[in-house]
């Protein structure tokens, strides 16, 4: 029996070790006092206790938390009479990993739980143990820390340092009476070994264990909590300092030190929750999986068996994969990294030879492909007539020649020899469409309960405050619910939008191989996901080496007749979610394309002088002569009536413009002009009557189709790519891309406009006088020079550099996203200063207008003036530019009706997954910074998280009560002295008395004084680089702004005036820290600000400028990495002392569930990039179109040699 009713504390004491040292003590008369994370887990153990009739409490503790290890001794001291005689120190955690795969967050969690926990735990009790008269202490500690065993490196380094620890305490702590002694257990059979079997062969794994221990048999609970408690008694009173091992000779077999648990124990202690979640998820069980509902009876055969699979190890002995499995596994590889069908076939031979035998690894592309076939999507083959008229199928499907023009099905015809009743095989067909049934996807996708809820988002969890960031915001989507009611109740019918266009997936440049897919776009999603491969669906495959052209109506006809049936309520279908089934209908809701493809899908001819399809027969339209082209410059009658713009000539076209535009034609109407159209498809026969009209498309089979007012839609980015190519080859007059030449001057000369352009004949020379858009070399190499020294951040855009080539003087290489980003942001600021105002103006409410139509969120009131804006820039374009310059496509862009149809597609994928909260990426080191500088840090955490207000407030409110004297400027100065000292008093006094919340009690604690720094943190949805990274990278990172508010003082100091104010700052990150609070970490940016007053300003054109030279605020440098918004500085080409602020992208909607930017942080949406570009006006029908302030003299003007080449 323990003497004198002893008194114990046992931490961890709800289960294996330390619960069977709480019962043995308990039973030897202790009175106890335990604790554990796990409530329920605690509870539970107490009743037990209570009903055996043990002396024994419990709480809740974390002793990870310091101020959680606080409360308990102080919750020990109060039920024990501020004594205590026996401290078990028994909590403990590991995650075995390699050394190198140690992340710092795991670091932190072993140290503090295994080693700082114990230590702390024994400087808090020491008073306690002291007062008892007779003091023991016992670690629970490892064979971990005595010998080598493959457990994980710092779980085995706290071990060790608790047996230093129970040395040196023993040692220091004698004077005080208080013995100090560790006990060091193998493997122990608890309820760990039990757990295992949900993972691993326990059975085995114990064998294995048994195997390397001398006693030949496992540790059990009781076995070491007997010893635990001997050290706790009298009879153990001369015995201090010492570790035993309790080990069944374990640590004495010296063969095995190097012994290495087996893998799955070690997956088990560090990952067991998340493995045995993964393993739920991913489990395939008859009957458990929604993916049975809608599976054919044809199919369920192969199903049974790839759910056999699922389950079949890879090899006899293997845990990690199964043949299922590690077939996915190496499909991906094919996926991620492009390999071929014989590469792939090569790798699985060899690893087949690699794994044990009897492996039941597939050993050819064409085994593995059968494994999965019920995993993989229906597939239509059908042939097609290489002149494309018609398609073999339905009634069709067993002829041998086309129907039409009597080609042949096949690139051989059958022959027979002589004499022989022998046939010739048949080749190849001459052409094949490849067709991928929607219904079955839709299923698949309803059938999975993830997919299901996230087709219901356009309708549950879209914001609805009239504003339009999706699809379902748009008027179409509402007509739709209102003309076909029934349709529209249903939430989850869905919409696509489809889209074609050529490609050759051969990659040669050299070849005008052309193969057209169709897919299909689900608008029933997020923004964010409508676009992501995963939920694209390639309906359509046609096969190269032509495009359909205006045949391409005769491939689309499987998918029609879908579509048609789609429509009608006859496809049941199985939905997850709601655990039901519903009839699914589902229609095409628009087309995106680029023109060329617009005209094929749509039918109309969009080509010649009437290629407008808004305009139809009301395009205005000019042949220019020498040119030999169309142009369309009729922008003028978009103006109202009255405009002074109409009346003016010499500027425009040569004459004056009294027409109106014309109105788009609604669906109905356009039906009735091609509803009588017969048109026989295929390539070769005489052309038909010529038409606006080329066909009546196949998509007027769709009952909804003329209900739609916008059934075509351009993309976007093909129209800024167009402009931006036209406009950058104008301005550097890159040969063969300029629509300026000596074509295009003599056309001016006969249009009787800009005759001060016309070309000189000087010889056999002609010398083209320079246009108010030519630029000099001076100035094709500023502009060039401020393209290629542009930084950007990450994931903003490619590398802009690469694109210029400085010795050419002109821009290469360019794809659609560089022409968007060029666009929206970059040429109006390459233009500083090199053009004369009124163009740079113009193409700068140009590139102004992109950049507002790509907002995430568009205002529809603004519509209506951004209509009226281009139209403006427009006219002012045809003033200024060559005719030339105005072919179908950039007129087609910005036919009025254009702007309400837009369509805003290739929404940016986020890349941010996981990252929201923050996490340092690049260049982790700990530093110990100077006290002054934590403190400031630390004071600026205070004073920007909201849990810390009301103190806040309380401390203000008590300094001006108290100094009432005092200005303000006074209190606020003596608050940012005193309040982290007078906060941590405040909150050790509410603790006394009442709970406290954790954040808080941390936060009055102050940080750790070691602090992590980083070189590179991702956070709400931006990457931050310090300005050494930068310097080391392409990209540029470093630039951080925040909307402040601060208090500003005019006057002395006894009667200064106090004024709040909230303005922009500006700044670039020089490091990066990581406060530890223990609880939590909090990342803060230390800053190098520009000083408002001195370095900031706007310009005339809009644009924000600082001088990074004017540094500000020196003593205020940190802000919290979550305030930060992301900038990036370009130097302004007009005076290299300042630079232009650009605002970076953010990759934060549709990660961790974000589902409005607003909403997540409240930061107010930034401006576009330039808001004050002032208006053009010419009030009279002149202008200069020649530019005079060019240095160079007439000798090294443009002559060029006569070329019937040249435009």
């Known amino acids: 029996m323990v003497p004198d009713r002893k008194t114990a504390l046992v931490t961890g004491g709800s289960r294996g070790i330390g619960c069977a040292v709480v019962e043995e003590l308990a039973e030897l008369g202790a009175v106890l006092h335990t604790c554990a994370r796990n409530e329920a887990e605690l509870n539970q153990q107490l009743q037990e206790w209570t009903a055996k009739g043990l002396k024994v409490t419990g709480s809740v503790c974390d002793l990870s938390s310091r101020p959680q290890r ?12 501020g004594k205590l005689d026996i401290l078990v120190n028994n909590v403990g955690t590991n995650y075995p990993k390699p050394t190198t795969e140690y992340t710092p967050e795991d670091y932190s969690m072993i140290m503090s739980t295994n080693l700082e926990s114990s230590y702390h735990m024994c400087q808090l009790a020491h008073p306690l143990l002291k007062d008892s008269g007779a003091g023991s202490i016992v670690f629970i500690s490892s064979v971990a820390g005595l010998l080598h065993v493959k457990i994980g490196s710092i779980y085995s380094v706290t071990k060790a340092a608790i047996n230093q620890l129970t040395r040196n305490l023993a040692c220091e702590w004698a004077a005080d009476n208080i013995r100090s002694n560790s006990v060091a257990p193998w493997v122990i059979k608890t309820s760990l070994i039990e757990d295992l079997k949900k993972i691993i062969d326990a059975d085995q794994f114990t064998r294995d264990v048994i195997s390397r221990t001398p006693m030949k048999r496992l540790g059990e609970p009781n076995e070491v909590s007997s010893l635990v408690a001997f050290l706790c008694l009298p009879a153990a009173s001369y015995i201090s300092g010492q570790t035993i091992a309790i080990d069944g000779g374990f640590s004495m077999d010296r063969s095995d030190w190097m012994y290495q648990m087996p893998r799955a124990t070690d997956e088990y202690l560090a990952h067991v929750d998340q493995f045995m979640e993964a393993a739920e998820n991913n489990r395939l069980k008859k009957g458990e999986s929604d993916i049975w509902y809608g599976i054919a009876d044809k199919d369920y055969d192969k199903f049974e068996q790839i759910f056999i699979d699922s389950e079949k190890p890879l090899y006899v002995g293997c845990s990690k994969f199964t043949k299922l499995s590690a077939v996915l596994k190496l499909f991906n590889l094919i996926a991620n990294n492009g390999w071929s069908d014989k590469s792939f076939t090569s790798l699985l031979e060899i690893l087949h030879e690699m794994l044990p035998e009897d492996n ?27 002149n494309d008229c018609m398609l073999y199928r339905n009634a069709d499907v067993d002829l041998r020649e086309c129907r039409i023009c ?21 080749g190849p067909p001459a052409k094949m469409l490849w067709y991928l049934p929607v219904i079955p996807r839709l299923k698949r996708l309803f059938a999975n309960a993830k997919d299901a809820k996230l087709l219901r988002w356009h309708a549950e969890n879209r914001k609805k405050d009239g504003k339009l960031r999706h699809v379902a915001d748009s008027p179409q989507w509402r007509n739709i619910d209102n003309i076909f009611e029934d349709f529209g109740d249903e939430i989850r019918n869905i919409r696509f939008g489809l889209s074609s266009n050529g490609i050759n997936p051969f990659g040669s440049m050299s070849s005008r191989h052309s193969t057209w897919p169709v897919l299909l776009c689900i608008y029933n999603l997020p923004p964010w996901l409508c676009m992501k491969r995963k939920y694209i669906m390639m309906s359509l495959l046609i096969q190269g080496p032509k495009q359909p052209g205006n045949d391409i109506d005769v491939y689309l006809a499987p998918l029609i007749e879908d579509m048609k049936e789609l429509w009608s309520p006859c496809i049941e279908v199985y939905d997850a979610y709601e655990k039901e089934r519903f009839q699914l209908r589902a229609m095409i809701f628009c087309t995106i394309n680029d023109f060329p493809a617009y005209g094929n899908l749509s039918g109309y001819s969009t080509k010649g002088e009437k290629a407008c399809p808004i305009c139809e027969d009301d395009t205005h339209a000019l042949r220019l002569k020498n040119c ?110 300029s629509k300026d030449g000596v074509k295009i001057r003599k056309d001016m000369v006969e249009m009787g406009i800009r005759s001060e352009l016309a070309p000189v004949d000087i010889g056999k020379r002609t010398y083209l006088p320079p246009a108010c858009y030519t630029l000099s070399k001076v100035e094709k190499t500023r502009f060039c020079q401020c393209l290629h020294g ?45 053009l004369p105002d009124r163009i740079r103006h113009t193409i700068t409410k140009l590139c102004l207008f992109f950049n507002m139509i790509h907002s995430k969120v568009i205002d529809p009131e603004v519509l209506d003036s951004w209509q009226k804006d281009i139209i403006m820039t427009l006219c002012q374009l045809e003033m200024y530019f060559p005719p030339s310059f105005f072919d179908v496509m950039e007129v087609i862009d910005f036919c009025t009706d254009y702007l309400a149809g837009v369509k805003n597609i290739g929404i940016p994928q986020s890349r941010h997954e996981g990252r929201l909260g923050g996490i340092g990426t690049i260049g982790k080191k700990f530093i110990t910074p100077r006290y002054v500088e934590l403190q400031s840090a630390h004071f600026f955490v205070l004073q920007n998280l909201t849990v810390v207000a009301p103190f806040i407030h309380e401390h203000m409110t008590m300094l001006h009560e108290m100094n009432q004297s005092k200005s303000d400027k006074w209190v606020l100065t003596e608050h940012n002295k005193t309040f982290a000292t007078w906060f941590k008093e405040r909150v050790k006094q509410d603790r006394g008395r009442e709970n406290v919340d954790q954040v808080v009690e941390h936060l009055a604690y102050g940080p750790v004084h070691v602090v992590s720094t980083y070189q590179a943190y991702d956070i709400n949805g931006y990457t931050f680089y310090t300005k050494k990274q930068d310097d080391k990278s392409t990209l540029q990172n470093s630039g951080v702004t925040l909307i402040a508010t601060t208090t500003e003082f005019s006057g002395s100091n006894n009667d200064a005036r106090s004024r709040i104010a909230k303005d922009s700052y500006y700044g670039v990150i020089q490091e990066i820290w990581e406060l530890d609070y223990t609880l939590f970490k909090v990342p803060l940016f230390k800053c190098k600000w520009v000083e408002n007053r001195r370095g900031v300003k706007v310009d005339n054109d809009g644009f924000t400028i600082i001088d990074l030279s004017k540094d500000g605020y020196v003593s205020e440098p940190f802000i919290l990495a979550k305030q930060a918004s992301q900038v990036f500085f370009v130097e302004d080409p007009k005076d290299s002392k300042w630079h232009i602020v650009l605002h970076g992208k953010r990759h934060i909607l549709g990660v961790e569930n974000v589902m409005d930017e607003d909403e997540y942080d409240q930061f107010d949406e930034l401006p576009p990039f330039s808001i004050g570009v002032p208006s053009t006006n010419v009030p009279h029908d002149e202008t200069n179109y020649l530019r005079t302030d060019h240095a160079e003299d007439f000798g090294s003007m443009k002559l060029i040699l006569h070329n019937p080449r040249d435009i």
């Open 790 to 834: 542009i930084k950007v951040p990450s994931g903003y855009s490619a590398n802009i550099k690469k694109l210029v080539s400085m010795k050419d003087l002109k821009l290469l290489g360019m794809k659609s996203h560089d022409c968007h980003v060029l666009m929206t942001h970059m040429i109006p600021i390459a233009i500083r200063g090199i």
């Open 360 to 386: 039941e690894l597939p050993v050819s592309l064409y085994q593995a492909k059968k494994l999965m076939c019920p995993m993989g999507l229906e597939i239509e083959r059908i042939h097609a007539c290489p």
């Open 628 to 737: 030999g082209k169309h142009v369309y410059m009729g922008h003028r009658r978009s103006l109202p009536k009255s405009h002074p713009y109409r009346k003016l000539k010499s500027l425009f076209n040569g004459k004056t413009e009294h027409r109106l535009a014309r109105q788009p034609l609604n669906g109905r109407t356009v039906y009735s002009r091609v509803k009588h159209l017969d048109i026989v498809f295929g390539k070769g026969r005489p052309a038909p009557p010529k038409n606006i009209w080329k066909k009546k498309s196949i998509f007027w089979d769709l009952p909804y189709w003329e209900y739609l007012s916008v059934r075509h839609c351009l993309d976007v980015m093909h129209i800024e790519k167009n402009v931006c190519d036209s406009l950058i080859g104008l301005l550097l007059n890159i040969p063969g891309k």
């Open 70 to 81: 606080e409360q308990l001794i102080e919750k020990a001291s109060s039920l024990f009479g």
């Open 406 to 426: 009597g080609t042949s099905r096949y690139k051989r015809k059958n022959q027979t020899e002589d004499n022989s009743d022998v046939k010739v095989k048949d």
